[in-house]
Structures are given as structure tokens and as C-alpha cells.
């Protein structure tokens, strides 16, 4: 299931060149830097010092969740999906203890921009308020540093990307596919419950907010889960039961990789 990254410079055609310089205008930020900070693991790598670039894994629920997983092996994969409430974060979780994964929540680094006096924080929080999705520019960037102020080449991207207009922006700018995404199915009424019962505070869980985000997992969550379906790289993991039972099918994926 996992494949090589193909090397970004080695690609490079004068025209995708151009593109990407675009991309360094518009993000702020060269795709080639991005995913060349990793040391590798000399045991695997057999290169003391050498660098290799990342592997991706998505994870996506009935609202979208994002995993990027970068693997000590030489693939790229995307990470974690799933709809609002579908249990992405809590199986982010499990993955991250038993397997040295660094949790990457698109949703909590959004939340702390907006206790951060940031410029983007209020655009942020009603964003968020309303369950919408805040653009591209921002997330991309915002995941970005995440990734480059860790040393954990294991990463697991959760809640993203949750648009196709995200998985395109991002993948200029990485340079790259994932080489699996996770995808929680849940049924709605089970996630609305899940949600309504958090209690953590968090601002979009209440009824009204739900529904849109349910809304726009629809419209724009979906299509970014069929695309990698079709490219023979999703994981549908059915969400419901407990967290135990969800997790043993979780296992396998990942026991794989080592
Ligand atoms: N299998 C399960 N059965 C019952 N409750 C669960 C299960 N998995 C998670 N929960 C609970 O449901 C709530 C939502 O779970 P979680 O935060 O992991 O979902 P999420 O997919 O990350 O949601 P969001 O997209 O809103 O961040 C949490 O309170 C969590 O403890
Ligand atoms: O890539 C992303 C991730 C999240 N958002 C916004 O944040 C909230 C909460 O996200 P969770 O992953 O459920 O914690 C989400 O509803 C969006 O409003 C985003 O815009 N883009
Ligand atoms: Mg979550």
C-alpha cells in the first residue's frame, strides 16, 4: 500500500518550476523546503545525517479529518478523514501511542491561532463558528510550520484536507500524493450524539453548527474521499462501535508499516 515519493526536484519541468515559484509567492514558502527538514533514521536509511521526504497518510471521517503520516519508509501518504464527532481524534490517539506518531490536529492549530492574537484569529473563529472551511492559504501554511518545528518524520495529519480546493493546494505546494488516507464511516445520528456530548468547550459543537458541518462534509469532503478512493488508496473504516472495536480495525494498517 505504500509507495515512494518521487523526488520533487527530479520532477521538475522549467514549467512546474514556474508553478512552484508561484507557490513560494503566494504561501510564502518554497515546496521543496517544506518536506526536505526529516532526518531520516540511519538504521533504515543506512545514511548517517541524510534526509528523506515524507510520507503522508490522510485520515478522513463523515466530516473530513486529515492524517499526514510521515512514515520512516520510503512512502508519502495522506491521512484521516471523517465526518464531525466520527472519532478521528481519538483514534489519532491510539495510533500516536502505540506507534511514535506525532498528532497533527489541522482543527486544534486552527483553534490556537485564535487564542493567539494572530491576524487571521477572529476570520478563524467565525469561521469555525459557522462550520465552514477556513481558506486554503492559511491551513497550508499553518500545517507547514506545524511539520517543520517537529523532528518526528511520523505524522499523523488529522482533519484535512477538507476540500478538493485543500487537497490541490496542498499537494502544489508539497509536491505530493499521499500514499493512504483513512476515512471513518459513521452514521450521522451517531455523530451528532458523539458531538452534543463532547463537552470540551469547543465553540462548534452545538446543534446548528453540526448540521452545517455535516452539510459540508457532504459538499466538499466527500468528493476529496471519492478522489482517493479512485486512486485505490482509501482506508473506509466503519466508525461505529467502541473505540476498542474501531481500533482493531485501525491496527492492521498500520502494523503494516513497520
Ligand atoms: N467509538 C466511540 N463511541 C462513543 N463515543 C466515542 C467513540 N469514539 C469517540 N467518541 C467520543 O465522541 C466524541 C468525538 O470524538 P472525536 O473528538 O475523536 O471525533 P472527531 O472525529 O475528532 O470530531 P471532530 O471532527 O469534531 O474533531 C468525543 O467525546 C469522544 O470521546
Ligand atoms: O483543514 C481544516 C481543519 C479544520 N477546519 C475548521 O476547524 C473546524 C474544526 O475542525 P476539527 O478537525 O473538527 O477539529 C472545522 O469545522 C472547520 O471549520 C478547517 O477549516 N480546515
Ligand atoms: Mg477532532
Not at 512546474?16 to 527538514?37: E, M
Request: proline content about 4%; hydrophobic content about 35%.
Amino acid at each position: 500500500m505504500w509507495r515512494r515519493g518521487v523526488s520533487l526536484s527530479s520532477m521538475l519541468s522549467s514549467s512546474k518550476s514556474r508553478l512552484l515559484n508561484q507557490v513560494q509567492v503566494a504561501y510564502g514558502f518554497n515546496a521543496c523546503q517544506v518536506f526536505s527538514t526529516h532526518v531520516l533514521n540511519p538504521a533504515e536509511d543506512g545514511v548517517s545525517g541524510a534526509r528523506r521526504k515524507p510520507f503522508v497518510t490522510f485520515v478522513l471521517g463523515n466530516n473530513v479529518k486529515l492524517v499526514l503520516l510521515f512514515s520512516l519508509k520510503p512512502c508519502y501518504a495522506y491521512g484521516n478523514e471523517g465526518g464531525p464527532g466520527s472519532g478521528k481524534g481519538t483514534q489519532c490517539t491510539r495510533i500516536v501511542n502505540t506507534f511514535g506518531f506525532t498528532h497533527l490536529s489541522v482543527g486544534d492549530l486552527l483553534r490556537k491561532e485564535i487564542y493567539s492574537d494572530s491576524e487571521n484569529g477572529s476570520m478563524i473563529l467565525d469561521t469555525i463558528k459557522e462550520g465552514k472551511i477556513v481558506p486554503s492559504e492559511v491551513t497550508v501554511k499553518l500545517i507547514k510550520k506545524a511539520i517543520e518545528a517537529g523532528d518526528n518524520n511520523r505524522i499523523l495529519v488529522d482533519g484535512f484536507p477538507r476540500s478538493e480546493e485543500n487537497r490541490i493546494a496542498y499537494e502544489r505546494v508539497g509536491g505530493v500524493e499521499p500514499d493512504i488516507v483513512l476515512f471513518f464511516d459513521c452514521p450521522k445520528e451517531e455523530m451528532v450524539k458523539r458531538v452534543l456530548n463532547r463537552n470540551q468547550g469547543r465553540i462548534d459543537d452545538n446543534i446548528d453548527t453540526v448540521k452545517e458541518r455535516l452539510t459540508v462534509f457532504e459538499e466538499l469532503n466527500l468528493p476529496v474521499i471519492k478522489y482517493y478512493s479512485e486512486k485505490g488508496i482509501l482506508h473506509k473504516i466503519d466508525g461505529t462501535g467502541t473505540e476498542d472495536e474501531i481500533y482493531e480495525r485501525v491496527l492492521p494498517i498500520f502494523a503494516a508499516l513497520r
